[in-house]
């Protein structure tokens, strides 16, 4: 997936400036992109040569003028040719499993503290999503399904680290009740 199928993807629920597509993905769980004006402008500029966008200039008042990009019919297109391509194998890549890994090195309550602050990271990302998923700030709901498709994703990250949270847990458990302390 790529910035210009996220910036299709937002176009095609409304008008926005390059400023506004940065304050969706940061506020985004899932648009994983950093959302830099660099990435983002240059996207933007690709998708008008590609005919994808198009983009106005608007007057505001005590303001200079802002860009509005909109989707075109062709930009449509080209969303819905991403949408119906293969999708990805999901990402299990976590820096805390590479440490994880070579944490037998560590005392036990070195590997205790890490796995300790690894499980208030999960709680803290998991409240955060929860209080994201009551706001609902930047997702669309034009239809009725269209809103269960932005409830089931907001299902699908919190359903994913509260089950990292368990996990995590359990390790933690697991250490403690069966006293290995790697000496």
């Known amino acids: 997936m790529s910035i210009e199928s996220a910036i299709l993807g937002v176009l095609s629920t409304k008008k926005a400036t390059g400023y506004e597509l940065k304050k969706i993905f940061e506020d ?11 990435q983002i402008y240059t996207a933007l500029v690709r998708l008008k040569e590609a005919g ?10 005590y303001a200079p003028k802002k860009k509005v990009y909109a989707i075109t019919r062709e930009g449509l297109l080209e969303l819905e040719k991403f949408v119906l391509s293969a999708p990805g194998a999901p990402e299990c ?10 944490s037998d090195i560590l005392s036990g309550p070195e590997l205790d503290a890490l796995a300790a602050a690894y499980e208030n990271e999960i709680g803290l990302h998991l409240a955060m999503e929860k209080e994201k998923g009551v ?5 669309p709901d034009r239809t009725k399904r269209e809103a269960l498709l932005w409830d089931m994703i907001t299902k699908n990250i919190t359903g994913s680290l509260q089950a990292e949270l368990d996990w995590v847990r359990d390790l933690r458990r697991k250490l403690q009740k069966n006293s290995i302390t790697g000496e």
């Open 28 to 38: 985004s769980s899932f648009l994983h992109w950093s959302g830099n004006n660099n």
């Open 52 to 61: 994808f966008v198009t983009s106005e200039s608007v007057l505001q008042e």
């Open 93 to 102: 890549k976590k820096q805390f499993l590479v440490q994880l890994a070579w």
């Open 135 to 139: 706001r609902r700030k930047n997702a």
